[in-house]
């Protein structure tokens, strides 16, 4: 069966509907994913702006990366705003960005990036079994990470070591606090985990309590 590949004309939806997503779910917030390594819980911040979107799909454009977000977020992206330049790779990308840009929501795993396939300039790796977003760190050996693409590949073939994702804090980027969790594994029982205190201290008091609702937290600063 011949692989059909997506145009600009068929392209042109899903990226709106992907805009909208990325709006509602990801524009200027920072997203907190937690995990653990070696019994510690390990935290990765991911703030994803405007200009991040653009690269989730491979194209080029003569706009910058604000403005077409702007456009795809308003549904006034026009064929003549992008080039396609390779519709194989384009289409893989567009196949799984509805899911991607859900990344606070369905991530299941995370890890340090080390791609078998074609090179990839990036740090980390977080998502499911249906696709990975890579992350580059801001500061070599830091924890805080933006977004640089998406592929259309199994998390876990595409990370080592690979952790589970325990849960996924959420917060505008200019606020000082986390205080929305938008998802916490069933296989997790935060009563049962020590939260570090530089951990606890960038979360809000009643989005602790919700996740540990019966241990009192570490006095915060």
Do not use: W
Request: with cysteine; aromatic share 10%; net charge positive.
């Amino acid at each position: 069966m011949e692989t059909k590949y997506y145009n600009n004309d068929t392209a042109i939806p899903v990226i709106v509907e992907a805009a909208g997503l990325y709006k509602r779910n990801l524009l200027n917030k920072s997203i907190l994913f937690i995990t653990k390594q070696n019994n510690d819980l390990v935290s990765y911040k991911v703030d994803f702006k405007a200009f991040n979107f653009l690269h989730f799909f491979g194209i080029k454009t003569e706009l910058s990366a604000e403005e077409f977000f702007k456009r795809a977020s308003k549904s006034r992206l026009s064929p003549k705003d992008f080039i396609i330049k390779n519709k194989k790779y384009t289409t893989y990308k567009i196949d799984i960005v509805l899911e991607a840009v859900s990344v606070n929501l369905n991530a299941k795993t995370i890890g340090d990036f080390g791609s078998q396939g074609i090179k990839i300039e990036a740090d980390l790796g977080v998502g499911n079994v249906a696709y990975t977003m890579t992350l580059r760190r801001f500061k070599q050996g830091a924890n805080n990470c933006y977004p640089v693409g998406i592929l259309k590949s199994d998390v876990r073939s595409e990370v080592y070591p690979h952790s589970p994702v325990l849960a996924v804090l959420s917060k505008n980027i200019k606020d000082k606090k986390y205080s929305i969790c938008t998802y916490k594994s069933k296989n997790i029982n935060f009563e049962k985990i020590h939260i570090p205190k530089e951990l606890s201290s960038v979360i809000t008091e009643e989005l602790l309590q919700e996740l540990k609702p019966n241990i009192k937290p570490e006095n915060q600063d």
